[in-house]
């Protein structure tokens, strides 16, 4: 059970990554709605809907917890 559960973290925290350094990116482009309508295009096009969904449920329990 433990190992399941690190190997789900390590999932996640891979996600989290790839997606802060997907902003890190987008960040430099000097139009800042351009830049986050971008990377949304970019999450819809390449990213698959269950993935999305996880990075939504992520980004909803952090925001719950600030």
């Given amino acids: 059970m433990q190992d399941r559960l690190s190997r789900v973290g390590g999932a996640l925290s891979q996600l989290i990554r790839m ?12 139009d800042r709605d351009d830049a986050l309508h971008d990377l949304v295009l970019h999450l819809k096009r390449f990213w698959e809907p269950r993935t999305r969904r996880e990075l939504s449920r992520i980004w909803i329990r952090t925001e719950a917890q600030s």
């Fill in 19 to 30: 997606v802060n350094q997907m902003g890190g990116f987008f960040e430099a482009m000097p």
